[in-house]
């Protein structure tokens, strides 16, 4: 069964930070790029970071500086750090995994249907307020 399981929202106040895990089961996330989207309150979903196969990794400009993207294959599980939280970034957030065709190992993509329907998780809830 493919599982991707996110852990680590919490409720915290601005400038803080957090650290997201996106732990995977029932695939490897190895030859897999893996993406992090958010929904705000009110708003579409948005894909804020990915990170290719081959380790290539795309910030959204908003997050750009403050979050950084990473993954442990041995772990089988993706992260997203979190730095200088604002109250702009509460949302639930999710994390995707496609594998990677040939030749795109050092692509990703923020657009939801890049990402295998059957590897997203449920999400984790961030909130970010005084």
């Known amino acids: 069964q493919l599982q991707l399981v996110e852990s680590g929202g919490a409720l915290v106040q601005p400038g803080e930070s957090l650290r997201l895990s996106c732990a995977v089961s029932g695939f490897t996330l190895d030859g897999h790029a893996v993406g992090w989207f958010r929904r705000a309150p009110g708003k579409e979903r948005e894909g804020i970071s990915c990170i290719s196969s081959g380790g290539v990794t795309h910030y959204l400009g908003s997050v750009k500086g403050r979050f950084t993207i990473s993954r442990d294959i041995a772990k089988n599980t993706a992260y997203l750090q979190m730095n200088s939280l604002e109250p702009e970034d509460t949302a639930v957030y999710y994390c995707?995994?496609?594998?990677?065709?040939?030749?795109?190992?050092?692509?990703?993509?923020?657009?939801?249907?890049?990402?295998?329907?059957?590897?997203w998780g449920k999400g984790t809830l961030v909130t970010v307020s005084s």
């Open positions: 995707a995994a496609v594998r990677s065709p040939t030749g795109g190992e050092y692509e990703c993509f923020f657009e939801y249907y890049y990402y295998d329907e059957d590897k």
